[in-house]
């Protein structure tokens, strides 16, 4: 359960880079399934990126990206971003065999 901050094209403080890790940190305790976070942070011209990667169990991996006027607010959307991408991921994987057990049902109904 790692929390990497990589910063481009940038000197990010470390003030930007414990607001990172603490959001991150945030994300790996809601969804345990997560098993680390790389945070990029990069400036092109005016235009602030943060750039979430995430790798969890299983092999499955979520990538978000957002664009913002300062950079807080990118990491912010970003966050906001992979949390729909792992409830998506963590739904999917609860309810696979529940669709199996209804099938079942309906097989033995003669339906």
């Given at each position: 359960?790692?929390?990497?901050?990589?910063?481009?094209?940038?000197?990010?403080?470390?003030?930007?880079?414990?607001?990172?890790?603490?959001?991150?940190?945030?994300?790996?305790?809601?969804?345990?399934?997560?098993?680390?976070?790389?945070?990029?942070?990069?400036?092109?011209?005016?235009?602030?990126?943060?750039?979430?990667?995430?790798?969890?169990?299983?092999?499955?991996?979520?990538?978000?990206?957002?664009?913002?006027?300062?950079?807080?607010?990118?990491?912010?959307?970003a966050v906001e971003k992979s949390e729909r991408q792992l409830s998506r991921?963590?739904?999917?994987?609860?309810?696979?065999?529940?669709?199996?057990?209804?099938?079942?049902?309906?097989?033995?109904?003669?339906?």
């Amino acid at each position: 359960m790692s929390v990497e901050v990589t910063a481009r094209h940038m000197d990010a403080t470390a003030a930007l880079q414990d607001y990172a890790r603490r959001k991150a940190d945030g994300l790996m305790a809601d969804f345990p399934i997560v098993e680390s976070v790389h945070v990029i942070l990069d400036v092109q011209k005016h235009r602030h990126i943060a750039e979430l990667v995430i790798q969890a169990k299983h092999r499955h991996r979520s990538e978000a990206e957002e664009t913002a006027d300062n950079m807080k607010a990118a990491i912010d959307a970003a966050v906001e971003k992979s949390e729909r991408q792992l409830s998506r991921l963590r739904d999917k994987i609860q309810d696979h065999k529940a669709a199996m057990r209804h099938t079942e049902s309906e097989k033995a109904r003669g339906l």
